[in-house]
Nanobody
Framework: QVQLVESGGGLVQPGGSLRLSCAASGVIFSSTTMGWYRQAPGKQRELVAR???????TYGDSVKGRFTISRDNAKNTVDLQMNSLKPEDTAVYYC???????????????WGQGTQVTVSS
């Protein structure tokens, strides 16, 4: 069973920083692309950042230069460092695992329950 558990969300003032962490279990972590997505009230879920098993990163346009995704394969964790936070970053942030399977379909996405990030003065 695949389980993803997010932590680190909270309330921060504009311009501040937060670091989110996601702990994965039930997956061969070193072979899995991991990502962070977010969903604000009334909006669709959007990509924040993702990192492949080889360390290649992708960022959403709205967070480039402010957020950094990283992974620790020994600890089975993926982190999201968020700097220069803006009110529009307020959302529930979800951890994602794109898992390789041995049967068809050969890949499947799994999601954590989410952690709330609120940016407000």
């Amino acid at each position: 069973q695949v389980q993803l558990v997010e932590s680190g969300g909270g309330l921060v003032q504009p311009g501040g920083s937060l670091r989110l962490s996601c702990a994965a279990s039930g997956v061969i972590f070193s072979s899995t692309t991991m990502g962070w997505y977010r969903q604000a009230p009334g909006k669709q879920r959007e990509l924040v950042a993702r990192i492949t098993s080889g360390g290649e990163t992708t960022y959403g346009d709205s967070v480039k230069g402010r957020f950094t995704i990283s992974r620790d394969n020994a600890k089975n964790t993926v982190d999201l460092q968020m700097n220069s936070l803006k009110p529009e970053d307020t959302a529930v942030y979800y951890c994602n695992a794109n898992v390789r399977r041995t049967v068809f379909p050969f890949v499947r996405d799994y999601w954590g329950q989410g952690t709330q990030v609120t940016v407000s003065s």
